[in-house]
């Protein structure tokens, strides 16, 4: 048998050739040439194709779709979730949820929420698009899927969630678009309803980063974490135990919040100190990513307890106080404590706290979309002068966000700067 190293390119492959045509004789030796003269014709085209291709490391274009820098310039364009097909997660161990809806999620895991609420949420968030667009915002949705359907991988199983909540998922940092390795099984591919939007501002010159994706194998998470006492979570989380490991990177961008080259983070159920230091590393040195962390017995999602709506201007749960509070009262921040919301006890909030009153979107400095029926936090935004944009989305609360949840802002009108110096 003849046996034939392939050699790449060069005076070595032209030898290769003298060799082959020497042993087979020169009826293949014609072939042979052809086939190698094939081949640099092939490699040299390749080279042409990526020289033409250094053109995409140019600076990105003045009118790139994704510039967003913090929560409060002027809202230009912004995607809004959907509560199609939105399922009831698996009760596991990670999927953790307030005491009172335990048994509705071992009786409904892996269904569809309830469809009568279902229709009124989607009736809601269609006419909370229909406002801001006549507000002069461009908005764009994710793809329909139905995430009931069951999937495998070497690790786990599980269904759907939803795309409901793209601040969950996506964190805009200035011109880069950055996909979140969420810790929940059931939102293993909850990024394939925002692709097709992703990929479009891709083309248009946008930055696109997918951080590592996890693979939320059983080390993930504390196996130990309890799922039946409430009390001993809470006094978990307390001792800075969560039911989250360091196992590998994980978080939810939702835990993020941005001002300027300053964005803040805290350590959650959901995201872990891998998850922000790989955040950390990979923006810097543009921009600072600082820890902070609050009195809360069940941290997950930093915007109803820390919203930033304008320059040096934060909105503190004073349910759940921030420990490090001072780094912004020295820094001269205006610290506001938003009134006690007043959603009733009896609506459903399967996935959320009643404090979904101040997860507010900003349309601008002087412009908030608020909760139609949260008047006590409508009058304090009208004493600081900013004029409340009011919609009803209470039924979509219950499938766990407000108005921040619900989007995540793409462009908004500004520049990078520092508020904390």
């Known amino acids: 048998m003849l046996r034939v190293r392939c050699l790449r390119g060069g005076s070595r492959g032209a030898e290769a050739v ?36 250094d053109k995409a490391t140019e600076p990105l274009p003045k009118d790139c779709p994704v510039s967003s820098y913090n929560e409060w310039d002027p809202l230009e364009e912004v995607i809004v979730g959907r509560a199609e097909n939105a399922c009831v997660p698996p009760f596991t161990i990670e999927a953790n949820t307030y005491e009172k809806y335990w048994p509705f999620y071992q009786k ?105 994706k996890p693979t939320m194998a059983d080390e993930l998470y504390n196996q130990d974490y309890p799922i039946h006492s409430v009390e001993d979570r809470h006094k978990l989380a307390a001792q800075g135990k969560f039911v989250t490991t360091e196992f590998e990177p994980c978080f939810d961008a939702a835990d993020f919040i941005r001002a300027g080259r300053d964005i803040f983070a805290q350590r959650s159920q959901v995201t872990n100190y891998l998850g922000i ?71 459903p909030l399967w996935m959320s706290s009643k404090w979904l009153s101040m997860n507010v979107l900003m349309l601008d400095e002087k412009r908030v979309m608020v909760d139609a029926n949260e008047v006590p936090i409508q009058k304090m935004f009208e004493k600081l002068g900013i004029t409340t944009i009011k919609v009803n989305i209470r039924n979509a609360n219950s499938l766990g966000g407000g108005f921040h949840c619900w989007t995540c802002d793409v462009r908004r009108r500004g520049t990078l700067q520092s508020y904390l110096d």
């Open 18 to 53: 003298h060799y082959i045509g020497s042993r087979l004789g020169r009826t293949l030796t014609g072939w042979v040439q052809r086939t190698f003269q094939s081949t640099q014709a092939a490699t040299a085209s390749s080279r042409n194709s990526c020289a033409a291709d």
């Open 108 to 212: 409904q895991g892996g269904h569809y929420f309830p469809k009568d609420h279902l229709k009124k949420a989607v009736a809601e968030i269609e006419e909370m698009c229909n406002i801001l667009k006549t507000e002069g915002v461009t908005v764009r949705r994710p793809d329909p899927i139905d995430w009931s359907l069951k999937y495998k991988t070497p690790d786990f199983e599980s269904t759907g969630l939803y795309s409901a909540m793209p601040r969950d998922i996506l964190i805009v940092v200035g011109n880069e678009i950055i996909e979140a390795p969420m810790a929940w099984r059931s939102r293993f591919f909850e990024y394939r309803a925002y692709r097709s939007i992703i990929k479009d501002y891709f083309h248009r010159g946008a930055k696109w980063t997918t951080a590592p």
């Open 277 to 347: 230091e790989w955040m950390r590393r990979h923006l810097a040195p543009d921009y600072r990513v600082h820890i902070i962390s609050f009195k809360d017995p069940n941290p997950m999602h930093i915007d109803a307890t820390f919203n930033i709506i304008g320059p040096g201007i934060v909105l503190s749960n004073p349910d759940r106080p921030c420990h490090q509070i001072d780094l912004f009262k020295k820094a001269g921040w205006t610290i506001i404590t938003p009134p006690t919301p007043i959603i009733p006890d009896d609506h």
